[in-house]
């Protein structure tokens, strides 16, 4: 009952409308008892009405406040009435977009003919375990809310969607069953149980939906899906029931309608080929199809929903010969509505139907059935009737033939459906027992139409049943809940609905009667219209219409209904011929006979499994009735409905009512009118009056104070009981104690005290807010009056000191100015006497100095003079002694080069008759190019020399010109004398060397006469050497064309071979990386063995071109092994510098780089002694020029004759003497090594090295087998590991198989050597006999230089081929790790054995130097195991003599406890015990480095092979956090690589390989049996972390060794390469890294949303408390309470700061703690702005402050530990976007700057913040529909182009940032780690 005092003016009340239903108005005047009028006035068009008022009751109803409207329940509204509720649903529909609204325990959900973004697997995650009463209304908050009961109680749900066609109860349906699916799954994936339920929406929608005027994919019949759960809440089947398939929709449709989808889909795969046999057509040729004028459906593509029909029944096994004969069944549906009925002849009303023979429409049906078409013919138009003693045919009309035609097609097409629904229901079968399940009801809701029929009566009728259902279940909670909080109430009255479901169907009711009247042979609707009309008038729920005798009116639930009985017995009966069931029988298609065969018993229509539920028995089933062909449909419903009943009383319902908000289908368009008839007849204003009966409004205690604690006195509080306060308060505002109850933790109250309680806090707001107010506004004007007075007084204050300053102004300026007057007259006076004063001075400087200078001038002018006179006089003499001097420097040149060219003659000839020399002796040509480069830098120093003689004699020309001058002038007279004596005698000198001139011009002559000579025969020689030079040219062009041809098609060949195998080498790659993870366990094992297994077979590329170029050199007795390569090293080089020498360039000699170093100075030597003949003729004229040039010290550009003016080089002729003597004997030498040569070369060759090339050939082809063997060889390994059969002997024979392998190709690859040197030696000899026995003229112009670079360059590209190849087979051992890894376990004995062997087998093949050397390195190994054994013995004895020094001390303190002091200081003085008890106590307690200089220690750890377990188990799999912590940090990890080094260090790859193997296994069977404890994920990330960095550290590489100490690159692993295992440590240690980050999130998932959301730690500043009731009894007392907002924050903060403190404390890398860290942040972030996303309550203004004030706690949090600038602050700006969001001004103003600060916001995100902004007060205005569609459109604009930007409404909480762990090096060296006692590693021995 509502109070009279809220009907006062001003009152906002609402008042019935005819088009608008209720519209707003406003009391002008106040209500009084007994006034029957009532002024008001309408808000929109402030219009005046006086509406009457009878009665109390008929008072119009209030309005909510605005703080109430678009609350999330409507329930928690303060009046609760139908204007309220209507109004409520269209502000969140259509203003809000919000689809969903609670209604009590029903949700209310609102089509609105749009996609919506908020069905995605982030929303179901954000739902997931979630309290469904704090997020907004959703169908997966209903689902979720079914899921925690059936969990928590273990008790059987159900989920009731009902509404009318159009509504949405399909898709709300199928978003049910798909949250199930995802969260009921095996994983985060959906399975295949869970796919075979979804699969089954598609399959249902086909042949059970259909387009009607209200809805394009209206369900045509109800369903009913029971998922079935196990214990762990897994889904492990499910089962569908059916209800009422509208069976006439299959042979008409209403216009604007379609037929059941399958039957287009099918149509518009008419032109497909696997189709073709269906004879198809357009929909529009079918009369089945076109009775609706409507085949297409806006934006629905046929072809494709066909597709996903068929995909769905694949997912639900039913294979393609099933489903072909599915189609042809639905075809031939289709050609039977084709099938023309004709009539005979006679009365039109008795003349029988016909059917023409050659009908294609029958043809085609009969065909597709296989059944006969004569007796379908027959039997369509005839029926056959039975009497007692014959059977008779009876011919039918057309109207009745086209009855039982229609008859027919409805009953095979339900029967298709029946079987349909059978196989779905085999395939969702359970296989094993459920535990409990999840039942969800599709079924019709309530309708109405103008013209009712059958089908309408059996909807109505389930709805009735429901309804009452509904009513019990509302009525029992509400009553539930007064009991639970002790409450006095009264029994509420509801509407009960069973008298209307006992006209239907108790005896005697209208199905009674239905069914008694289908059995009489001439029944007729009329009459059983009458028989209801005499039995059922006096039922207050039936009625008989005025103006219709063939009609009846049912008064339902929710409206009157009148049903025409028109086609009532036919739909009952359901009736189909018998002759025609057999026919159908009879087909020769076994799937059709099935189909139709009789089935004996009842079966439930849906043809689901009978499940055993444990349930109230229901009523039996009446006698007569065994069979299901004997019950008319009504009956038949009648069962089921009941059967549907009894599951929904044995279970939990949830209520989801669908309502169609307007008949267009208009996106969020809402039409009152519509809506509240729906809402009238879904039983949602029937639970408002249910609640309103009561006590709708609840409190808390805390709540209720918090929210009105302003109408509190202070004498009335009691903090510490709030129940007490609140009575106190409430006794003094409500005077009518039936208003309220108190509870045991609720306040409840009755409808409409809530907003009389906010009224009276308005009021009280009011009032306070006018008293400050008052008191503001006196304190401003106050304060305006005092600040008007003070700037009067300083205004008065400043005016009378301007005047005051300004008269003291004038004072001082007419003193200044006669001041000023009299300092500037004594200035001008001043300023005149010193001018006249500077000017006479000035006058007496200028003449003074005028006299000055010219005497000064007629000085200086003569001593110039002087000096010019003597260095005129010097520069003539010296000119004159310049020209002596170069007269005679010629004249000595001259001579001398005509003795250089006569012994260069000579020289010249001799070297003509050794030309062979330089071929043969090597060295002897070595050494000349070491002279020549001698006396090169001789010259050049000889240069410098000259160089720096010149500068010399320059500066001392310089000196003696500076120095001379004075000299000059003193002494020129005596100089001139000197100079003229000088002159005299050099003339005498000159005539002298006149006379030698003429004799040596006459010698010049003779010379070159007999030079002349000698140079026509050199010339005749020459031209008949280059004519065969000519022929040989030719002849070696041939043979270079035909074996470059050659050796370019097998490259070709070689080349293509290779890239086919790298193809296929990359494909199997592929494919077994995939494998990677599985089989990386088993790898490691056998990859050991298969390294130990090649490691003595690797050798350099090199050695092919090596032995190639070794075998090129003519001499056969030559071998170039490494030693005589070390020891020719220099004699390269000087080869090498030859280059600067020779006028014409080697090929081979610019060979830029090899390989090898030594095989490329062999190379380059070797191409020096091929060298051509026209080289060495070069050579020696060079060597000829250069010998001349250092004997005359002339180059040979005096070559015509000519005197040339070089200068002169002075040069030790000693030197030069001695030269010449070492080049004869050199070339005496050479003459002597070139006949030697030509003797060999003439000696026969012997048959066995001509047929050595075809056995090389043969080896190439041997070598090409051989590899394609291989190829084969390990693709049978690829398909045995991916059987996963006989994996383990496959590898092992491959193992061997490749050992074999190298070692052959190692072998073939040195006889292609031998090839190669041997086909040179060939051509060596073909040119011998092909030139006359001189092999040297085929190399005259370099040919067989060319060739050699060609054919090094084949060698090359043929090595790089092989390298390739090598890094595939590489890449493809890579690949087989992992299978390797997987036969770990099973292989261990075998690798044992076949380890021996392979020792055996290689110490049998070892060359003698390789055992020697094996011999050596075991007897080295020997003796360091003796030697450690030696150490161990040491360390034992100075363990004792520790122990004994302990005891010692112990005796010696007792000693001293009995006064005796003596043997004491004795032994402190000689052990100090003292300092060894402390180091040993502080190793038990922490395990602390110790250093020791008095030991050198290497840093490594000795163990047994048999210990290695006890390792692992003790520092592994038994290490607890709480020793770990106690320890040094990742101690373990160093502990290990210790144990490695040892392994290292003995050379023992098998136990290095095996320790790594145990220890990765180990730290993985930890990890996953701990896998919640974070301490221990956090332990062994740090040492995985720690390990990987010493394996890098240590490794050897220089990159890692930047930081390294001299002592830890020592320490260096010296034989094994660790890379593979430190790439499976780093993918452990990322694997750790999620699994730390994983149990992270588990842990801080449920302090989330308190820490962040709910915690309100700035104090006063409150939000308005929920109000909303909860939705169901999940939420038990018994359940343990959630921790407080204050504790969830407090735990927060206190783990992680825990967890920061753990990391470091274990040495985290600082990097990857940030990364970590970053990782959480976002979790947390994310998980809390998902929530906030889905929370009204938290969105509101001082929620935003709240929030923001607590990311602030985490930010200085971030600070305080140093973790500001890992990225967490970058990730949680959404949330505090977010949070600004809601504190930001929400004007048009600020539209750009809203957009601007929410960068990191979704469109999406930041218009859901702003639909549920919900002001706390009523002070506050709502957020404008126009500012949150103007900031949609800004933010469109902007972001159109920015993809970066994220659209999801919800934010991923699972993304997983990128890790790294970068390298970190220790600064902790090995020798100073001791093991503490506490690891009970005692076994291991340090060394």
Request: charged share 30%; net charge neutral; aromatic share 8%.
């Amino acid at each position: 009952m509502i109070s009279d005092e809220l009907y006062c003016t001003g009152a906002r009340v609402w008042i019935p409308d005819p088009n608008e239903v209720w519209i707003a108005a406003t009391l002008s005047e106040k209500w009084t008892p007994g006034q029957t009028t009532l002024s008001i006035e309408i808000e929109d068009s402030l219009q005046a009405r006086q509406i009457k008022v009878p009665t109390r009751e008929k008072l119009p109803p209030l309005r909510n406040p605005d703080i109430l409207i678009g609350e999330n329940d409507l329930t928690s509204m303060s009046y609760l009435n139908e204007p309220e509720v209507l109004y409520n649903l269209q502000v969140r529909f259509a203003d809000r977009n919000c689809i969903y609204t609670y209604c009590g325990i029903v949700l209310v959900a609102i089509n609105p003919y749009d996609d919506l973004p908020i069905y995605g697997n982030e929303i179901v995650q954000a739902y997931n375990g979630q309290d469904s009463n704090n997020l907004d209304p959703h169908i997966y908050a209903v689902a979720e809310e079914a899921f925690k009961q059936m969990s928590r109680f273990e008790q059987n749900q159900s989920i009731i969607v009902s509404g009318e066609s159009g509504a949405g109860k399909t898709v709300s349906a199928k978003y049910a069953m798909r949250y199930f699916a995802i969260v009921g799954g095996s994983s985060h994936d959906e399975t295949q149980v869970e796919k075979k339920v979804l699969a089954s929406n598609p399959i249902m929608e086909a042949i059970g939906n259909a387009k009607t005027t209200r809805n394009d994919n209206s369900s045509r019949f109800g369903k009913y899906i029971e998922i079935d759960f196990k214990k762990d809440l897994t889904i492990i089947g499910a089962q569908m029931r059916t209800y009422l398939l509208e069976k006439s929709r299959v042979v008409f449709q209403a216009p604007e309608e379609r037929n059941y989808h399958i039957f287009y889909q099918l149509c518009a795969m008419r032109e497909d080929e696997e189709f073709s046999h269906l004879g198809l057509q357009c929909p529009e040729e079918f009369t089945y199809l076109s009775h609706g004028e409507c085949t297409e459906i806006d934006g629905v593509d046929d072809m494709v929903e066909f597709e996903a029909t068929k995909k769905a029944l694949d997912i639900l096994g039913l294979n393609k010969v099933t489903q072909q004969e599915m189609f042809k069944i639905f075809a031939a549906v289709l050609h039977l509505g084709n099938v023309s009925l004709t009539e005979r002849t006679g009365d039109s009303s008795k003349i029988p139907a016909r059917i023409n023979s050659t009908d294609p429409a029958l043809k085609s049906f009969c065909t597709l059935l296989g059944i006969d078409e004569d007796q379908t013919n027959k039997w369509l138009c005839n029926r056959q009737i039975q009497t007692v003693g014959e059977t008779l045919t009876k011919p039918l009309t057309v109207a009745q033939a086209s009855f039982s035609r229609d008859a027919l097609a409805k009953h095979v097409y339900a029967e298709l459906f029946q079987y349909i629904v059978t196989q779905i229901n085999k395939s969702l079968a359970c296989r094993e027992k459920s535990q409990s399940f999840i039942g969800v009801l599709d079924i019709y809701g309530f309708e109405t139409f103008e013209i009712n029929s059958f089908e309408q009566f059996c909807i109505n009728y389930a709805n009735e049943k429901l309804q009452q259902q509904f009513n019990l279940h509302v009525f029992k909670l509400e009553q539930e809940e007064y009991v639970k909080e002790q409450i006095e109430w009264s029994m509420i009255d509801f509407y009960d609905n069973q008298p209307c479901i006992d006209l239907i169907e108790a005896k005697l009711g209208i199905l009674d009667l239905l069914d008694e009247e289908c059995k009489v042979p001439n029944g007729s609707d009329a009459n059983w219209c009458t028989k209801m009309y005499e039995r059922l008038t006096k039922h207050k729920h039936f009625g008989k219409p005025k103006t219709s005798r063939t009609a009846f009116i049912i008064d339902h639930f929710a409206d009157k209904v009148q049903y025409e009985t028109d086609g009532f017995l036919d739909k009952n009966r359901d009736a189909v011929l018998e002759t025609q069931l057999k026919i159908l029988r009879a087909s020769t298609s076994e799937f059709v006979a099935d189909l139709f065969v009789d089935k004996s018993g009842a079966s439930d229509t849906s043809g689901a499994k009978k499940k055993t539920v444990q349930v109230r028995p229901g009523q039996k089933q009446p006698k007569g009735m065994s069979k299901a062909s004997k019950q008319t449909v009504g009956s038949q419903f009648r069962e089921s409905l009941r059967s549907l009943m009894t599951t929904l009383f044995s279970t939990t319902p949830h209520y989801v009512r669908c309502i169609k908000p307007n008949d267009e289908k208009a996106a969020f368009t809402f039409d009152p009118t519509r809506a509240v008839q729906q809402l009238r007849a879904c039983g949602v204003l029937e639970t408002i009056r249910i609640s309103a009966a009561g006590y709708p409004s609840r409190w808390t205690y805390p709540e209720f104070y918090q929210r009105y604690r302003v109408l509190c006195k202070f004498k009335q509080i009691q903090r510490n009981d709030m129940r007490q306060t609140c009575e106190k308060v409430l006794n003094g505002l409500i005077n009518d104690p039936d208003k309220y109850q108190f509870g045991k933790t609720k306040i409840f109250f009755r409808a409409g005290q809530v907003a009389y309680l906010e009224k009276l806090r308005s009021d009280k707001l009011q009032a306070c807010g006018i008293m400050i107010q008052k008191h503001v506004k006196g304190w401003i004007y106050k304060k305006k009056y005092l600040a008007i007075r003070k700037s009067t007084l300083l205004l008065q204050m400043y005016a009378r000191g301007y005047l005051a300053r300004k008269h003291a102004q004038f004072l001082r300026e007419t003193r200044a100015a006669i001041r000023i007057q009299k300092i500037y007259r004594g200035f001008c006076s001043r300023k005149s006497y010193y001018r006249h004063r500077k000017a006479v001075i000035t006058i007496q400087a200028l003449a003074r100095g005028i006299l000055a200078r010219k005497r000064y001038a007629e000085l200086l002018r003569n001593v110039k003079a002087v000096v010019i006179q003597k260095h005129v006089r010097r520069w003539l003499q010296v000119k004159k002694y310049r020209m002596v001097l170069k007269g005679i420097v010629l004249i000595q040149s001259h001579f001398r080069r005509r003795k250089a060219r006569l012994l260069f003659k000579m020289l010249k000839i001799e070297a003509k008759s050794v030309d062979h020399i330089k071929k043969v002796n090597k060295g002897l040509e070595n050494k000349i190019i070491e002279l020549q480069q001698k006396i090169e830098d001789m010259k050049k120093v000889q240069k410098d020399f000259d160089n720096d003689r010149s500068k010399l004699e320059n500066s001392q020309k310089e000196l003696e010109r500076l120095k001379g001058s004075e000299e000059h002038l003193r002494s020129a007279s005596n100089k001139i004398t000197e100079l003229e004596e000088i002159i005299a005698r050099l003339e005498a000198e000159l005539e002298k060397e006149r006379a030698e001139k003429q004799d040596l011009i006459s010698e010049k002559s003779l010379l070159a006469s007999n030079a002349h000579e000698k140079q026509q025969e050199q010339d005749e020689t020459d031209k008949s050497q280059k004519e065969q030079i000519l022929k040989l040219e030719e002849e070696m062009a041939e043979m270079k064309s035909k074996m470059q041809a050659e050796m370019n098609l097998r490259l070709d060949q070689e080349r293509k071979q290779v890239i086919q195998e790298m193809a296929v080498e990359r494909e199997h790659h592929q494919r077994l990386v995939k494998d990677h993870g599985r089989l990386q366990q088993r790898m490691e094992n056998l990859l050991e063995e298969r390294n130990a297994k090649i490691s003595g077979h690797a050798r350099h590329p090199s050695d092919v071109s090596s032995v190639s170029i070794d075998s090129s050199v003519p001499d056969s007795g030559i071998n170039f092994s490494d030693e005589v390569r070390h020891n020719n090293e220099s004699d390269f080089d000087s080869l090498r510098r030859r280059k600067k020498f020779e006028n014409t360039e080697s090929p081979l000699v610019t060979e830029s780089q090899t390989v090898n170093k030594t095989g490329d100075e062999t190379e380059k030597g070797a191409a020096e002694i091929a060298g051509s003949e026209d080289t060495k003729a070069e050579d020696r004229e060079t060597i000829a020029d250069d010998r001349s040039t250092i004997l005359g010290g002339e180059t040979s550009e005096t070559r015509d004759g000519d005197v040339d003016d070089s200068k002169p080089a002075n040069l030790d002729l000693g030197m030069m003497l001695k030269l010449q003597t070492r080049v004869r004997d050199l070339e005496k030498e050479r003459n002597q090594l070139l006949k030697e040569k030509e003797n060999v070369d003439r000696r026969p060759r012997s048959e066995s090295q001509y047929s050595d090339v075809a056995a090389d050939h043969q080896k190439l082809i041997e070598l090409e087998m051989e590899n394609a063997r291989l190829k084969e060889s390990l693709e049978r390994l690829q398909k045995a590991v991916a059987l996963g059969q006989g994996g383990n002997e496959e590898i092992t024979n491959q193992f061997t198989a490749l050992n074999e392998e190298l070692s052959r190709r190692r072998e073939e690859c040195i006889q292609l050597k031998s090839l190669l040197a041997s086909r040179t030696k060939d051509s060596i000899e073909t040119a011998k006999e092909s030139y006359g026995g001189n092999a040297e003229i085929l190399n005259e112009d370099g040919e067989l230089a060319s060739a050699y670079q060609t054919l090094k360059d084949v060698n090359r590209v043929l090595q790089r081929d092989l390298e390739l190849e090598k890094s595939g087979y590489k890449r493809k051992e890579l690949e087989l790790r992992a299978t390797i890894e997987e036969l770990k376990k099973d292989n261990n004995r075998q690798q044992d054995l076949i380890g021996q062997l392979n020792k055996v087998a290689s110490n049998l093949s070892m060359s003698p130097e390789q055992a020697m050397q094996n011999a050596l390195q075991f007897e080295i190994q020997r003796l360091m195991s003796e030697n450690l054994d030696m150490r161990e013995k040491c360390d034992q004895l100075e363990d004792k003599v520790r122990k004994l020094k302990k005891a010692v001390k112990i005796y010696s303190n007792r000693l001293k406890e009995h006064g005796v002091s003596g043997n004491s200081e004795g032994v402190s003085s000689k052990g100090k015990p003292e300092e060894g008890l402390e180091e040993d106590e502080e190793e038990e307690m922490g395990g602390k480095i110790k250093y020791q200089p008095t030991k050198n220690y290497m840093g490594m750890l000795e163990y047994k092979k048999e210990e290695e377990a006890a390792l692992v188990k003790q520092l592994v799999t038994d290490l607890k956090p709480r020793v770990a912590i106690t320890l040094i940090p990742t101690l373990p990890a160093y502990i290990l690589f210790m144990c490695l080094r040892h392994t290292d260090h003995l050379n023992e790859d098998s136990r290095c390989k095996t320790l790594l193997t145990n220890v990765i296994n180990g730290i993985k069977k930890v990890s996953k049996a701990h896998q919640d404890d974070i301490e221990t994920l956090i332990l062994w990330l740090s040492n995985t972390c720690r390990f990987l960095h010493l394996l890098k550290q240590y490794s050897g590489e220089k990159s890692f060794q930047v930081e390294n100490t001299e002592l830890q690159n020592n320490h260096c692993l010296r034989n094994f390469d660790l890379s593979e295992y430190r790439a499976i440590l780093n993918d452990l240690a990322v694997w750790l890294y999620q699994g730390v980050v994983k149990t992270a999130k588990e842990h801080i998932h449920p302090l989330i949303v308190g820490a962040l959301l709910e915690y309100e730690g700035i104090q006063g500043l409150s939000s308005k408390p929920s109000m909303s009731r909860q939705r169901s009894s999940s939420h038990s007392d018994t359940l343990e309470a959630p921790s407080t907002p204050e504790h969830c924050f407090e735990n927060l903060i206190k783990t992680l700061s825990s967890w920061v403190n753990l990391m470091r404390t274990h040495g985290f890398d600082t990097l990857v703690v940030n990364q970590l860290f970053k990782q959480l942040f976002y979790f947390i972030v994310a998980t809390a702005a998902n929530n906030l996303l889905l929370r009204k309550d938290m969105c509101n203004w001082s929620k935003g402050m709240q929030i923001r004030y607590n990311l602030s706690n985490l930010e200085q949090w971030l600070r305080d530990n140093r973790l500001h600038e890992c990225g967490a602050v970058e990730a949680m700006e959404p949330l505090i976007q977010a949070s600004q969001l809601l504190q930001a001004r929400k004007t048009a103003e600020d539209v750009d700057s809203i957009c601007e600060m929410c960068s990191q916001l979704s469109v999406a995100q930041i218009i859901k913040i702003l639909n549920l902004y919900t002001p706390v007060d009523e002070y506050e205005e709502r957020v404008p529909i126009s500012f949150i569609r103007k900031i949609q459109q800004t933010l469109k604009e902007k972001r159109k182009s920015d993809s970066s930007n994220p659209q999801a409404l919800l934010i991923d909480t699972k993304q997983f940032f990128p890790v790294m762990f970068p390298f970190c090096p220790s600064s902790i060296g090995l020798e100073s780690i001791d093991i503490p006692s506490v690891l009970k590693l005692g076994f291991l021995v340090r060394l």
